[in-house]
């Protein structure tokens, strides 16, 4: 299931926005100019609201600089400021060698072959309760944990995506735009409730590892707050063991991230009824 999230701007909103000041941002590294509406960004979070509108050089000078944030990820934010949705790359298109024909006769297939698993990959899925502290089942329609729907096609890499969600997730997270961190994380399992893993090798797993690292690196430690986006990586991975375990890059992304490899086996554990 596709989340649609309806937009929730009044005509008195857009009235507004209009009517307030030009606010100048200037995003990453080199230093881009982007220059926003100031009461479509700071009506976004108390945080944002203090920074544009409180006694600080900001909202003085209507100057804002945010080097940690580029310049893709801050128009999608703009994009959210101003409908309360954004944009995400499409899949990419991998090429994959043709399959060569095979040398004997394929035996016939019948009802009797059948085997029934319960996995992500499987007929079977199973559901779990989207639960944490801001977003419940209240917020989606039908918000369950549930894995593995249509599957993606070994062609297709997720991981543009993937990495714009988790890059808008932190930017809320930074900034405590709450409906932005609910949206991108939702988004998030959107995508990875249909990712399945096809071989350690496919840049899917690339693009997993970079999601997982990026995560963990940017939110609060487990110690301050249980994070709805760690929890949700941390379940997938967690679910995909049979399908990540050889991969050097994932061995080496739980050396390297402790909470991570922490989360990973509490959720192998309960998943399997180990604990």
């Given at each position: 299931?596709?989340?649609?999230f309806t937009p929730n701007?009044?005509?008195?909103?857009?009235?507004?926005?209009?009517?307030?000041?030009?606010?100048?941002?200037?995003?990453?590294?080199?230093?881009?100019?982007?220059?926003?509406?100031?009461?479509?960004?700071?009506?976004?979070?108390?945080?944002?609201?203090?920074?544009?509108?409180?006694?600080?050089?900001?909202?003085?000078?209507?100057?804002?600089?945010?080097?940690?944030?580029?310049?893709?990820?801050?128009?999608?934010f703009m994009d959210f400021?101003?409908?309360?949705?954004?944009?995400?790359?499409?899949?990419?298109?991998?090429?994959?060698?043709?399959?060569?024909?095979?040398?004997?006769?394929?035996?016939?297939?019948?009802?009797?072959?059948?085997?029934?698993?319960?996995?992500?990959?499987?007929p079977q899925h199973f559901?779990?309760?989207?639960?944490?502290?801001?977003?419940?089942?209240?917020?989606?329609?039908?918000?369950?944990?549930?894995?593995?729907?249509?599957?993606?096609?070994?062609?297709?890499?997720?991981?543009?995506?993937?990495?714009?969600?988790?890059?808008?997730?932190?930017?809320?997270?930074?900034?405590?735009?709450?409906?932005?961190?609910?949206?991108?994380?939702?988004?998030?399992?959107?995508?990875?409730?249909?990712?399945?893993?096809?071989?350690?090798?496919?840049?899917?797993?690339?693009?997993?590892?970079?999601?997982?690292?990026?995560?963990?690196?940017?939110?609060?430690?487990?110690?301050?707050?249980?994070?709805?986006?760690?929890?949700?990586?941390?379940?997938?991975?967690?679910?995909?063991?049979?399908?990540?375990?050889?991969?050097?890059?994932?061995?080496?992304?739980?050396?390297?991230?402790?909470?991570?490899?922490?989360?990973?086996?509490?959720?192998?554990?309960?998943?399997?009824?180990?604990?």
């Amino acid at each position: 299931m596709d989340f649609q999230f309806t937009p929730n701007t009044s005509n008195m909103d857009i009235q507004q926005i209009l009517a307030s000041p030009l606010v100048t941002f200037v995003v990453g590294p080199e230093e881009h100019e982007v220059r926003p509406h100031a009461y479509a960004i700071s009506r976004q979070s108390p945080v944002l609201r203090v920074l544009l509108e409180g006694p600080f050089k900001e909202a003085k000078d209507k100057i804002v600089k945010w080097p940690e944030v580029d310049v893709e990820t801050f128009y999608r934010f703009m994009d959210f400021a101003y409908r309360q949705d954004y944009r995400v790359p499409e899949p990419l298109k991998v090429p994959f060698p043709p399959i060569p024909p095979l040398a004997q006769k394929i035996p016939e297939f019948g009802p009797q072959h059948l085997v029934i698993f319960n996995s992500w990959g499987g007929p079977q899925h199973f559901e779990i309760p989207y639960i944490n502290d801001w977003a419940t089942s209240d917020d989606y329609p039908g918000a369950l944990w549930t894995w593995c729907g249509d599957g993606n096609r070994r062609d297709e890499d997720w991981s543009p995506a993937l990495a714009a969600h988790a890059k808008l997730y932190v930017l809320g997270d930074t900034y405590q735009i709450i409906p932005l961190c609910r949206l991108a994380c939702f988004r998030a399992y959107s995508i990875l409730r249909r990712y399945c893993i096809h071989a350690p090798e496919c840049p899917e797993m690339e693009g997993l590892i970079w999601f997982a690292r990026y995560i963990y690196n940017n939110t609060p430690p487990r110690s301050v707050t249980k994070d709805p986006m760690r929890e949700l990586i941390s379940r997938y991975l967690a679910n995909n063991q049979e399908e990540v375990p050889d991969c050097e890059e994932f061995q080496q992304l739980l050396e390297d991230v402790p909470e991570l490899a922490d989360d990973f086996i509490m959720e192998f554990t309960k998943e399997h009824h180990l604990e």
